[in-house]
């Protein structure tokens, strides 16, 4: 088969009506190489980059409730500050670029899928030039 490791996808394919986040901005621990008292973040496989994680509620309406909050991680060389809060919003609307997905069989066997992006900002107004546009990494999902 010609698809190995992440599947580049837009944001519109993974959030087509949109993502809040929900959450706080953290490192991902690298369960083998930390130890008692020791935290050590982990690192992507393919770029090296740090990974760093956030919780976003996913709008669409279709989705059921328990799978309604995704981790979406990011690959960042430092941590990434979520997009300033919307005045009158009690969730932060997001939108990610360089967005990448791995499928994966979750712990209950079930298709499901993790979320890898590259970047985190505000999301752009409908219809302006490239909104929607995305290509390369991260979310979990349960399907």
């Known amino acids: 088969m010609a698809l190995k490791g992440p599947i580049s996808v837009t ?49 669409d309406p279709e989705v059921k409730p328990a799978q ?17 809060p919307m005045p009158g919003l009690p969730i932060t609307p997001v939108e990610f670029d360089g967005i990448a997905v791995t499928p994966y069989v979750n712990g209950s066997g079930r298709l499901a899928w993790s979320i890898k992006v590259r970047e985190m900002h505000t999301p752009r107004p409908m219809g302006a030039s490239g909104a929607g546009k995305s290509a390369a990494n991260g979310k979990e999902n349960a399907a």
Do not use: M
Request: glycine fraction near 6%; hydrophobic fraction near 40%; charged fraction near 20%.
């Open 11 to 59: 944001f519109a394919q993974v959030f087509p009506h949109g993502c809040y986040v929900v959450g706080e901005v953290e490192p991902v621990k690298d369960f083998d190489a930390s130890t008692n008292g020791r935290f050590v973040q982990t690192r992507d496989k393919q770029s090296g980059e740090l990974v760093w994680q956030v919780p976003v509620l996913d709008a």
């Open 68 to 84: 309604k909050t995704v981790s979406v991680k990011i690959l960042a060389p430092v941590q990434p500050v979520p997009p300033a």
